[in-house]
């Protein structure tokens, strides 16, 4: 037998009955602590590690979103929503056109934003532009269009949905 366990027997000999159920009842609560704060850290690390098809298959996961009420959008104006995990918008022209397309600039991923006094969507990151009506890229940084949806507007909401 090593001194250290020496020791330790030495100890536990010289503890009270109570002593000993307050040390492992010490011991496991620092137990249970430490697993969730292995845990705490773990899931954020999981996350930013996930596979990029794991991530596009959650985004595209939902096909289909009602926005209750929103054929209440005044022309001239967007409204920004989730499908599925990524931000998405819809547009009520002003010519009375109803478009829906991803937010998700096609460049690095920033959310872009409509402009309607510039009739564009601009993403502020790059500079990158695109046409509001198709979602073609137009000048700027970004290789590809956005994403457009189809949009039913209805008398309770509007319905956009994956093409
Ligand atoms: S991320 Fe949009 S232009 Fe670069």
Same mark, same amino acid.
């Given at each position: 037998?090593?001194?250290?366990?020496?020791?330790? @027997?030495?100890?536990?000999?010289? =503890?009270?009955?109570?002593?000993?159920? @307050?040390?492992?009842?010490? =011991?496991?609560?620092?137990?249970?602590?430490?697993?969730?704060?292995?845990?705490?850290?773990?899931? #954020?690390?999981?996350?930013?590690?996930?596979? #990029?098809?794991?991530?596009?298959?959650?985004? @595209?996961?939902? @096909?289909?979103?009602?926005?209750?009420?929103?054929?209440? =959008? #005044?022309?001239?104006?967007?409204?920004?929503?989730k499908f599925g995990t990524a931000p998405a918008m819809l547009i009520h022209h002003e010519d009375g056109r109803w478009v829906s397309m991803t937010a998700v600039c096609t460049h690095l991923g920033c959310t872009v934003q409509y402009e309607p006094q510039a009739d564009r969507i601009h993403c502020a990151c790059h500079g990158g532009v695109y046409n509001p009506y198709t979602g073609a890229n137009v000048s700027g940084p970004p290789p590809k269009p956005l994403k457009l949806f189809k949009v039913a507007v209805n008398d309770t909401g509007v319905e956009v949905s994956r093409a």
């Open positions: 037998m090593s001194e250290l366990q020496n020791s330790a @027997t030495i100890i536990e000999e010289h =503890l009270e009955p109570g002593e000993r159920n @307050t040390r492992r009842a010490f =011991l496991a609560a620092a137990g249970a602590a430490g697993l969730c704060y292995a845990a705490a850290l773990a899931y #954020p690390i999981y996350r930013y590690l996930a596979s #990029p098809e794991e991530m596009a298959l959650s985004a @595209t996961a939902v @096909t289909e979103v009602t926005l209750k009420d929103a054929q209440k =959008l #005044p022309a001239g104006s967007v409204l920004m929503f």
